[in-house]
């Protein structure tokens, strides 16, 4: 909400998000720290950051949401994205990595050096504008349309188990340009349908989203412990993109619901760099997130 009831102020020239998009501004990303005593190995987190960090384009306006894409959002900033913005549904937007690790949206350090600190309905109100570039989603279920459930498990008049329900999933599915799903992988999350649609993919297949009039693009990619999967444009189905290192194509299969395509390209996900590990590393040093 506004602050005491104060009127809003307006954003601090929010039209400059379409002129960054179109002017990049030609920033270099910082040099990560001293890599030498980075190992190697590394965890599912970290990769699963990595390979969703990887979703964000320079100059992208992204929805960041909450867990993971905190990260996320954070390691594009300093590599590959240094003009992307980023909204936070608790009222920020800010368009530099925040001061320290974010446990929350809402914490203390996500707001020196902010653009802007509003409200929820002033951040939600980009998203109904259409600035929105790029959302972050979490699901506990999702289907091979890539319809995702935070609602309810069973008969949604009858659940067997409620859950959260939609927080800003169900707008930033149906208004962003595009969305990346984040989510642990299992049999009984990837599943032929979901039993309840809080957050809509391609609904019901090819020109779904246009009959129901839902103006955003729909989902570009889903990242999982497993893998990367993404989506056939012409039949709307997902599909497995690249598994991570560790698993296999039988692997994936064996984890989802439903008869699982394939890219003919199907690949290992790039294992993570000793310099990409550790600005991850930078990012969230005690490892709340990713360790």
Known sequence: ????????????????????????????????????????????????????????????????????????????????????????????????????????????????????????????????????????????????????????????????????????????ASLARRFVVIMPQEKRRFRERVDYITSPGFGEGPGWRERVGLPGGGPAAVVTTLGVFRFDPASCEIYLASYHPGQSVESVRAATGFALAVAPDVRVTPTPSAAELAVVRECDPAGFWTR
């Open 1 to 172: 909400m506004s602050p005491q009831g104060e009127e809003a102020k307006p954003p601090p020239n929010v039209s400059h998000i379409q002129a960054r998009r179109m002017s990049p501004q030609g920033e270099e990303a910082k040099p990560p720290p001293n890599v030498s005593h980075i190992r190697a190995d590394f965890t599912d987190r970290e990769l699963m950051v990595i390979a969703a960090a990887r979703e964000i384009r320079d100059d992208d306006v992204v929805f960041v949401g909450m867990r993971l894409p905190l990260v996320a959002f954070s390691f594009a900033k300093r590599t590959h994205a240094p003009g992307a913005t980023g909204l936070f549904e608790s009222g920020v937007m800010r368009d530099q990595p925040a001061t320290g690790t974010l446990m929350t949206m809402s914490d203390t350090a996500n707001i020196p050096g902010a653009l802007w600190c509003t409200g929820t309905l002033e951040i939600m109100a980009l998203l109904q504008q259409g600035l929105v570039d790029l959302g972050f989603i979490g699901s506990a279920e999702i289907d091979r349309f890539g319809n995702l459930n935070t609602s309810y498990i069973g008969d949604w008049r009858h659940p067997k188990v409620r859950l959260p329900g939609s927080g800003g999933g169900g707008d930033i």
